[in-house]
C-alpha cells in the first residue's frame, strides 16, 4: 500500500517547482534555477548562429547539456531547456550532428522520482515504456 506521504510528496514536490518556475523572489537560494538559465542561454545563443554552435561543440558542451535531460527540482524545466538548447546546437551543423549521432546507449537512467509518483520503466524490444507501478 501508499504511505500518505507518498501520496503527498510529489505533489508538493510539482508545486515547489512551479512556485520556482514563476520567479517567485522567495527562493530558498540565488542557486536555484541557475543551471536550467545557463542551459536557457546557451540554446539562445546558438539559435542560428554557427560560430556558437561550433565553439559548444568544441568544448564538449554537448554531452554536458544531454546529461541535463532530467528532472530536477531545484532546476525547474532544465529538461526542455536542455532538448531546446540541443535542437538549436545541432540545427545545419554537421559536426555536432555526428557528435550525437556517436553517442552510446549506456542504460537507463535513475527512474528514483518516477517510482516516488507512482511509475515504473520497462524495457521492450530497445523501447522504454512508463508503466504504473
Known sequence: TKSISNLISPQSSWSRCMLLASGDS?????????????IRLIGNLCHKHPNNQKKVGELEGIPLILD??????????????AIFAIRNLLENNEQN???????????????????????QVEERD??????PA
Open 26 to 38: 522567495s527562493s530558498p537560494s540565488p542557486a536555484v534555477g541557475f543551471k536550467a538559465q545557463l
Open 68 to 81: 541535463n535531460c532530467r528532472i530536477d527540482s531545484n532546476n525547474p524545466f532544465i529538461c526542455q531547456w
Open 97 to 119: 550532428q555526428e557528435v550525437v549521432a556517436s553517442l552510446e546507449r549506456q542504460g537507463r537512467a535513475d527512474c528514483s522520482s518516477l517510482r516516488e509518483l507512482g511509475f
Open 126 to 131: 530497445g523501447s522504454l515504456l512508463l508503466q
